[in-house]
């Protein structure tokens, strides 16, 4: 049976690094994680091409951010319309049944 024995700190070589080489490493795989879009088959090597990766995954999560949010307050507009009319349906069934008792 395979046994997968690599690990993020063996593999990246976290102890020899530098602090702001690992820094670089928690930040990319930190957003990679977050956005869920995951680490995949092609990867960036280097710490300018993470560095790029981060902020890109962090732009691309902040603009779905915003439109799911206009999203969400279109749907709030349409309930709201819809509202409006399910009262005046209402209004005019009660005055259909006041015509027809008076």
Same mark, same amino acid.
């Given at each position: /049976?395979?046994?997968n024995?690599a690990?993020f700190?063996?593999t &990246?070589?976290?102890?020899s690094n530098?602090?702001?080489?690992?820094?670089?490493l928690?930040? &990319? &795989?930190?957003?990679t994680?977050?956005?869920?879009?995951?680490?995949g088959d092609i990867?960036?090597?280097s710490?300018?091409e993470?560095? /790029?990766?981060?902020?890109v995954?962090?732009?691309?999560?902040a603009?779905?951010?915003?439109?799911?949010?206009?999203f969400?307050?279109?749907?709030?507009?349409y309930k709201?319309?819809?509202?409006?009319?399910?009262?005046s349906d209402?209004?005019?069934?009660?005055?259909?049944?006041m015509?027809?008792?008076?």
């Amino acid at each position: /049976m395979y046994k997968n024995t690599a690990n993020f700190i063996d593999t &990246y070589e976290i102890k020899s690094n530098s602090d702001a080489h690992n820094v670089i490493l928690g930040t &990319y &795989y930190a957003f990679t994680t977050l956005s869920t879009v995951g680490f995949g088959d092609i990867a960036p090597q280097s710490d300018p091409e993470r560095l /790029m990766c981060s902020f890109v995954l962090l732009i691309g999560v902040a603009v779905f951010s915003v439109v799911l949010g206009d999203f969400m307050a279109i749907l709030e507009a349409y309930k709201a319309i819809n509202v409006e009319l399910d009262e005046s349906d209402a209004l005019d069934s009660f005055f259909k049944m006041m015509a027809h008792f008076n």
